[in-house]
């Protein structure tokens, strides 16, 4: 059992800012921010009545948050309908998409310059062209105001930064882990959660033979398989480094502990862990197969939990860290999740007043993701006695784990470039489909890398 006063709550929920510290170059000054502070301190200048005028106004606002059974997309429809009815005059025009389907429409509105007033973005390297392209517009004004900045949990908005400007705001910072159904396990006379990447795929093994599929995956969104992938060769590289090790010029994707990766991995899926046509599935169905009692296991960032608390299998979750591979690897370090981020058109009609709205929107967030218990994984700072407010067990558990994370690695994604990161994606998506040679595997990567460092 976790037990949490609502100091210890609030060190758990910043815990991994101090990772995020330690893996981004630079630093920002951290002040804490209460589920109830600042909630209506938004008439001036962010987003209030003087600020958007009386003239009509369309914002245009894609988003990642489709599914209305999720707390995200109440959060989303929660704030908006509130700015909606405050600012008559203001109309948020919602483009709800999956992840993958938000990825490649920003792309094509990108190629002809007509990004939407507030979009989604991800961090670091994915980010990085639209920046080039001068597609999106700086928020150091913004977060300015009402002292927004400091909402932001301790080094997190550098991801997000390019030559000292600021051009996305995150909605979380997320650690990936695997959730798992305690009834199925027991179903399958499973009594201990596995420590080791091959006491895993013995697991799979047993509950696949008492007829339940091990773990849920929306592989058809490629980047579910690639969060996967990228715990295990955290484990195998023996910690944290190995993309970086190689954009350094010190290994090389044909290296062993690459190679190992792709060998653990395939075992997994060579002992049928996943369901029957994973690769047609996207990540919102495969997660209703966790969600609903279909799945015994989820592998998957933290995120996902206020999701699954609301789900009719919530009481039945727990938590455990992602086991070393090999004997390889510490379970305190972490596929680490900097959330996707929003960001604002610089070509947008109405700049001042989308940022006004965003504004507004980040101001608001933590204190309804808060109500909502969807708080875990926020990357604002929020303080608050989590237990006393409701919060589950497995949400209690999620926040223990963020309390000794000992950093970790981005996504490959997240690091490489798109070219190369696309290459990636589809070669570990096919391994869902056949079999394959891992050095066959490894010399894709690295001809992908050789062609477009």
């Known amino acids: 059992m976790v037990k949490k006063s609502t100091k210890t709550a609030a060190i758990a929920l910043t815990a991994a800012a101090l990772v995020m510290g330690m893996t981004a170059c630079g630093s920002k000054n951290e002040t804490n921010t209460s589920n109830n502070t600042n909630a209506g301190n ?16 369309t914002i245009t606002f894609q988003n990642i948050y489709p599914d209305p059974a999720t707390p995200s997309y109440k959060m ?9 009815k405050d600012h008559p005059n203001v109309k948020i025009e919602l483009d709800s998409l999956n992840t993958d389907q938000q990825k490649l429409k920003l792309k094509t509105q990108a190629a002809s310059k007509e990004v939407p007033d507030i979009t989604i973005v991800n961090p670091a390297a994915q980010m990085k062209p639209f920046v080039d392209a001068k597609l999106f517009a700086p928020l150091n004004d913004m977060l300015d105001q009402n002292g927004l900045k400091d909402t932001f949990q301790k080094g997190l908005l550098d991801y ?5 400007n600021i051009y996305a705001l995150p909605d979380g910072n997320n650690i ?7 009834d199925l396990f027991a179903q399958a006379g499973i009594t201990n959660t596995p420590t080791t990447f091959e006491e895993l795929v013995n697991d799979a093994k047993t509950l696949k033979a008492k007829g339940i599929t091990p773990m849920a995956i929306g592989e058809k969104d490629s980047w579910t398989g690639s969060f996967l992938f990228m715990n295990i060769l955290l484990r195998t590289n023996g910690g944290p480094g190995f993309l970086q090790d190689v954009l350094d010029g010190k290994k090389t994707f044909k290296d062993a502990a690459f190679t190992d990766a792709v060998s653990a991995m395939q075992d997994l899926i060579q002992a049928k862990a996943f369901e029957d046509g994973a690769t047609s599935i996207d990540y919102n169905t495969g997660g209703n197969l966790f969600k609903t009692g279909k799945a015994a296991m989820m592998v998957m960032g933290t995120w996902e939990t206020g999701a699954i608390d ?46 006004d709205f965003l504004n507004y929107f980040m101001t608001e967030m933590p204190k309804k993701q808060f109500e909502l218990k969807n708080a875990v994984g926020s990357g604002q700072i929020i303080t608050g006695d989590f237990k006393a407010a409701g919060y589950s067990q497995l949400a209690q558990d999620v926040l223990a784990l963020f309390q000794n994370v000992k950093g970790g690695d981005l996504a490959f994604d997240n690091t490489m470039k798109p070219a190369i990161a696309q290459a990636h994606l589809s070669s570990i998506q096919n391994m869902f ?3 394959v040679d891992p050095a066959a595997v490894a010399a894709e990567h690295q001809s992908a890398y050789d062609a477009n460092k």
């Open 42 to 57: 938004t008439s001036t200048g962010a987003g209030g009545n003087a600020s958007s005028g009386d003239k009509n106004v």
């Open 433 to 435: 489909v056949q079999k």
């Open 160 to 164: 997000y930064s390019f030559d000292n």
């Open 176 to 182: 990936e882990v695997v959730y798992y159904n305690k």
């Open 310 to 355: 609301s789900s009719t299998v919530g009481p039945k979750v727990g938590v455990f860290k992602f086991p070393t591979v090999g004997g390889k690897g510490d379970p305190d370090q972490f596929m680490l999740a900097p959330g996707s981020a929003f960001a604002v058109s610089a070509n947008s009609k109405h700049l001042k007043e989308t940022k």
């Open 76 to 84: 989303l429809h929660a704030i908006v309908d509130q700015y909606q």
